[in-house]
């Protein structure tokens, strides 16, 4: 056998070495970790795993402004085998009560995405939310006509999301809601309802939660 042969054999198998040696050492990236199995959790997932909604109906009564906009919507998320959970949702607001002539100026609505995980309780199998706006400072626009003959003006602020953050902790029933974290039980069907004084800067937030099967 030539020399460039056993030359070429020696360099390959230093490359193998190599190879080993750098899997070995502590410069190597960690090895990504699998999701936990479902034998590994502490409740039945196979009970919850699938397509879940949440049906949304709040009203807004702002302390400053002379009406009551409702947010109506539904978020939609999916259970995966490991308890996570992710999902998306929109509301879409309206005025349902003034004192003035007044309409939505645009028919944007609010968008978030939804973050979590499944956990066992004491009541049984309860979704842990986060609530992610897509834009938790964006501008809703309102045009208020007060008075005879009175000039329109137009709210433009955030209202929604800044008086939803401003939610202090709710136990209603089987729901826990406090800002955009929301503990929620797994039953199809489960209602929460809402009636909380959120202060001088964002006035009262009524209304419902309801938990479905997809």
């Known amino acids: 056998m030539s020399a460039i042969v056993h030359a070429r054999q020696w360099l390959a198998a230093l490359m ?3 190879a080993v040696l750098s899997a070995c050492g502590g410069n190597s ?15 039945d997932i196979l009970a919850v795993e699938g ?15 002379p009406f009551t906009l409702s947010y109506d919507g539904t978020a939609s998320f999916w259970v995966q085998l490991d308890g996570s959970l992710s999902g998306s949702g929109e509301l ?12 939505v100026n645009s028919n944007r609505v609010l968008t978030f995405q ?3 995980y499944a956990h066992g309780t004491d009541e049984g199998i309860h979704a842990r939310l986060e609530l ?3 834009n938790a400072e964006a501008d809703e626009s309102y045009v208020l006509e007060c008075g005879p003959g ?18 202090g902790k709710q136990e209603l029933g089987a729901f826990t809601l406090e800002g955009l974290r929301w503990d929620v039980p797994m039953r199809g069907g ?6 909380a004084q959120l202060g001088t800067e964002h006035g009262r937030l009524t209304g419902t939660v309801r938990i479905e099967r997809g």
């Open 16 to 18: 193998v070495l190599g």
């Open 29 to 43: 990236p960690a090895p990504t970790l699998p999701p936990p199995s479902a034998e590994a959790l502490d409740f």
């Open 51 to 65: 397509p879940w909604l949440l049906r949304v109906e709040l009203q807004l009564t702002p302390e400053k402004l």
């Open 92 to 103: 879409t607001p309206n005025i349902v009560n003034s004192a003035c002539r007044a309409h």
């Open 114 to 116: 939804v973050k979590g």
């Open 132 to 134: 992610q706006p897509e």
């Open 150 to 167: 009175g000039e329109p003006s137009t709210v433009t602020q955030a209202l929604f999301w800044p008086a939803l953050q401003a939610l």
């Open 190 to 195: 489960e209602v929460a309802t809402l009636d």
